[in-house]
């Protein structure tokens, strides 16, 4: 894949839930971590992969007949051999239902900008603007410089939202200076945990967590630092007070926690994969509210703003 073109998941309109206003959001496909509990579970790997919806499927049997490599049957798990799969995608062209969709398309950087500004009366009205998400954008680092610089030009607000395992030079050089917000997780102190849970160390990430804040201000970008709440994982006394005193001890006065929702088990298993906490009950619901307002508690009693 040229500099120029990335793999993007999604591109969705109207968001109210990433960042102020009416908003657009851009998912990148691939991701340097692998997170248990990833919301977006076919956003991680970092190449096009085949979905199989089985509510969206009438059974039909048109994907059967077409697919040469006979990867397709009822008798499969979920449905798609991925082992046989390779990756043709006949199968979406064929399905009547569009049970079977393509997950990841590699798009330049002038036809996102093309589909991003249909939604530009929106921002204008509500103030709203980008949201470069993922994944993780930063594995594409020349394409989001571009693809920021173009919307900055616009007098477009661009938020990003990043795991923050990336090269903080490139960063500082080609995005920075296009970026108006900076969304960067923090998910756990423990780098034993990180690994095991995230599948890569945390570092990196501390590293670039400490120094992010004075770099956001230097470019007169606005800095949030955030904590996904996972049950029995992250949102545990122990690592999220050991999150609050690094925090404190970089000047970061500032969180947002993002209650856990469990809506990402089915995505798992659209992409042939089974949840690895699919027979977890605490991973199979909402986060209850007095379970937040417990985690909330941590923080406020460092004296640590909670958003």
């Given at each position: 894949?040229?500099?120029?073109?990335?793999?993007?998941l999604?591109?969705?309109g109207?968001?109210?839930?990433d960042?102020?206003?009416i908003?657009t959001?851009v998912f990148?496909?691939?991701c340097?971590?692998?997170?248990d509990?990833c919301?977006?579970p076919e956003?991680k790997?970092r190449m096009?992969?085949?979905s199989f919806?089985?509510?969206a499927?009438?059974?039909?049997g048109?994907?059967?007949?077409?697919?040469a490599?006979?990867?397709?049957?009822?008798d499969n798990?979920?449905?798609?051999d991925?082992?046989?799969?390779?990756?043709?995608?006949d199968c979406?062209d064929?399905c009547?239902?569009?049970?079977?969709?393509i997950?990841?398309?590699?798009m330049p950087v002038?036809?996102?900008?093309e589909?991003?500004m249909k939604?530009?009366?929106?921002?204008?009205?509500?103030?709203?603007?980008?949201?470069?998400?993922?994944?993780?954008?930063?594995l594409y680092?020349k394409?989001?410089?571009?693809?920021?610089?173009?919307?900055?030009?616009?007098g477009?607000?661009?938020?990003l939202?990043t795991?923050?395992?990336?090269?903080?030079?490139t960063?500082?050089?080609?995005?920075?200076?296009y970026?108006?917000?900076?969304?960067?997780d923090?998910k756990?102190?423990d780098?034993?945990a990180?690994?095991?849970h995230c599948?890569?160390a945390?570092?990196?990430i501390l590293e670039?967590?400490a120094?992010?804040?004075?770099l956001?201000?230097?470019?007169?970008?606005?800095?949030?630092?955030?904590?996904p709440?996972?049950?029995?994982?992250?949102a545990?006394?122990?690592?999220?007070?050991?999150?609050?005193?690094?925090?404190?001890?970089?000047?970061?006065?500032?969180v947002?926690?993002?209650?856990?929702?469990?809506?990402?088990?089915?995505?798992c298993?659209?992409?042939?994969e089974r949840?690895?906490?699919?027979?977890t009950?605490?991973m199979?619901s909402?986060?209850?509210?007095?379970?937040?307002?417990?985690?909330?508690?941590?923080?406020?009693?460092m004296?640590?703003?909670v958003v």
């Amino acid at each position: 894949m040229t500099e120029d073109r990335a793999l993007i998941l999604e591109v969705k309109g109207n968001s109210l839930d990433d960042g102020p206003g009416i908003r657009t959001v851009v998912f990148f496909k691939g991701c340097p971590l692998s997170c248990d509990w990833c919301h977006n579970p076919e956003s991680k790997r970092r190449m096009p992969e085949l979905s199989f919806d089985g509510k969206a499927c009438i059974g039909c049997g048109t994907c059967l007949k077409t697919c040469a490599a006979g990867a397709l049957g009822k008798d499969n798990r979920f449905f798609v051999d991925r082992e046989k799969c390779n990756l043709c995608f006949d199968c979406v062209d064929s399905c009547p239902a569009c049970a079977l969709q393509i997950v990841g398309k590699e798009m330049p950087v002038e036809a996102l900008l093309e589909e991003i500004m249909k939604d530009e009366p929106f921002f204008r009205v509500s103030r709203g603007g980008v949201t470069l998400s993922g994944g993780e954008p930063l594995l594409y680092m020349k394409f989001v410089s571009a693809l920021a610089a173009s919307l900055k030009d616009r007098g477009v607000h661009v938020l990003l939202e990043t795991c923050g395992l990336f090269d903080i030079r490139t960063f500082e050089d080609l995005v920075l200076p296009y970026i108006d917000t900076v969304y960067m997780d923090i998910k756990l102190m423990d780098d034993e945990a990180h690994r095991r849970h995230c599948g890569a160390a945390n570092k990196g990430i501390l590293e670039n967590l400490a120094r992010l804040p004075a770099l956001s201000v230097s470019a007169e970008a606005e800095f949030l630092a955030r904590v996904p709440l996972v049950p029995g994982v992250t949102a545990t006394e122990p690592n999220l007070s050991a999150i609050g005193s690094f925090l404190k001890e970089n000047g970061i006065g500032r969180v947002e926690l993002l209650a856990y929702n469990p809506l990402w088990h089915e995505k798992c298993e659209k992409i042939g994969e089974r949840s690895p906490y699919a027979e977890t009950p605490r991973m199979s619901s909402w986060m209850p509210r007095e379970e937040v307002d417990a985690c909330r508690k941590i923080f406020l009693d460092m004296n640590i703003e909670v958003v």
